[in-house]
C-alpha cells in the first residue's frame, strides 16, 4: 500500500510558476512509476506527465517544453515543475503510483492516488 500526498497548489499569474511535490509513504518510489494528471470539474481526469523507475520521461503535448516531471528516491518524493502557466491549466492535479509495467498514460494505468492539490492560473 502506498500513500500519496500532494503539495504545492496554489493562485499564480499567467506565465508564472509553481512546483508541485508528491510525497509517498508506505512503500519506497523507486518500485512505481509515477505519474501526474490533471481534472476540470465536469471533465476526465486528463494525463500531464509520466516518469519510468529509470526516469524516462513522457509529457502530454498541451505542456511539453514547459512542465518537468521529476524524481527523488532518497526522499521518496516526485515533482511537478510548471513553468509558463496558462489560464487553461487551472485544475485540480494528481499524482499517481503504478505498480505495474508500460507508458502509463491512462489514469487507469494507475493503482495509488493522492487527494489533489489546486492549482489557479489568473489571466
Known amino acids: 500500500q502506498v500513500q500519496l500526498v500532494e503539495s504545492g497548489g496554489g493562485l499564480v499569474q499567467a506565465g508564472g510558476s509553481l512546483r508541485l511535490s508528491c510525497a509517498a509513504s508506505?512503500?519506497?518510489?523507486?518500485?512505481?512509476?509515477m505519474g501526474w494528471f490533471r481534472q476540470v470539474v465536469g471533465k476526465e481526469r486528463e494525463f500531464v506527465a509520466t516518469?519510468?523507475?529509470?526516469?524516462?520521461?513522457r509529457y502530454a503535448d498541451s505542456v511539453k517544453a514547459r512542465f518537468t516531471i521529476s524524481r527523488d528516491n532518497a526522499k521518496n518524493t516526485v515533482y511537478l515543475q510548471m513553468n509558463t502557466l496558462k489560464p487553461e491549466d487551472t485544475a485540480v492535479y494528481y499524482c499517481?503510483?503504478?505498480?505495474?509495467?508500460?507508458?502509463?498514460?491512462?489514469?487507469?494505468?494507475?493503482?495509488?492516488w493522492g487527494q489533489g492539490t489546486q492549482v489557479t492560473v489568473s489571466s
Open positions: 499517481g503510483a503504478r505498480g505495474g509495467y508500460g507508458l502509463g498514460l491512462s489514469q487507469s494505468n494507475y493503482d495509488y
Open positions: 508506505g512503500r519506497t518510489l523507486s518500485d512505481y512509476r
Open positions: 516518469i519510468s523507475r529509470s526516469g524516462t520521461t
